[in-house]
């Protein structure tokens, strides 16, 4: 059974950081990686999706990268803005076709 | 490009009715999930449809069903509301494929609140 681990579960920052967010997952037969941000009792809003045979995914301050072998992704977010604080999530699927969530990071940037 | 639709926004019932969700895919999108997010805790999968058939469901009670239409909308039932059911339901979609469209992204609905009192 897949298992999604995000770390850490909550960052508070100051304006201007560059940030890591960090998810590990146990089962490297994936199809692919997907990175959503979720505000306060909202919808999820997708980032970025990496697909397996991928490395990395860029948006604007957004990189993903995604190492199979070793079960990871991270996301890194270039000069946080207060309008990067939210929960982020990651989600993996796998050979049973249904995505499985890490339980997210809750981000806050303070101006 | 209209997103993923969902209504109602808020639904308060109490404990024992019956409660009717709707979720309506991005236009071409043939996969339904629907998933549930209790306060304080992560998303938990639901329900899977693709191409008006159940593919898959995740570990909730048979109170939980649902269906796919035609013209790929969905519809979460759940039945004998108890207290616990108190959560935000999204529904995702995603592109074609009896696979759930491996590679394909998925893009989340607004949700709907629902209140058990």
């Known amino acids: 059974k897949q298992e999604v681990t995000q770390i850490p579960a909550a960052l508070s920052v100051p304006e201007g950081e560059n940030l890591v967010l960090n998810c590990s997952f146990t089962d490297s037969a994936i199809y692919n990686l997907q990175w959503f941000r979720q505000d306060p009792g909202k919808g999820l809003t997708s980032l970025l999706l990496?697909?397996?045979?991928?490395r990395e995914q860029t948006s604007g301050r957004l990189n993903a990268s995604l190492d199979k072998s070793s079960g990871r992704s991270t996301l890194y977010i270039a000069a946080s803005q207060p309008g990067d604080s939210a929960t982020y999530l990651c989600a993996v699927k796998g050979g049973s076709y249904i995505p499985t969530f890490g339980r997210g990071t809750s981000l806050i940037v303070h101006p | 490009e209209a997103g993923v639709t969902q209504s109602p926004t808020h639904l308060i019932k109490t404990r024992g009715q019956q409660a009717t969700l709707r979720c309506s895919p991005i236009s071409g999108h043939t996969s339904v999930y629907w998933y549930q997010q209790a306060l304080g805790l992560g998303l938990q999968f639901l329900l899977w449809y693709d191409e008006g058939e159940e593919r898959n469901r995740g570990n909730f009670p048979p109170r939980f069903s649902g269906r796919q239409f035609p013209n790929y909308s969905s519809e979460l039932n759940v039945n004998a509301l108890e207290l616990e059911d108190s959560a935000l339901y999204l529904c995702a979609s995603s592109g074609p494929g009896t696979s759930g469209g491996t590679g394909n992204e998925q893009f989340f609905g607004p949700g709907t609140r629902l209140t058990v009192l």
């Open positions: 990496i697909q397996s045979s991928q």
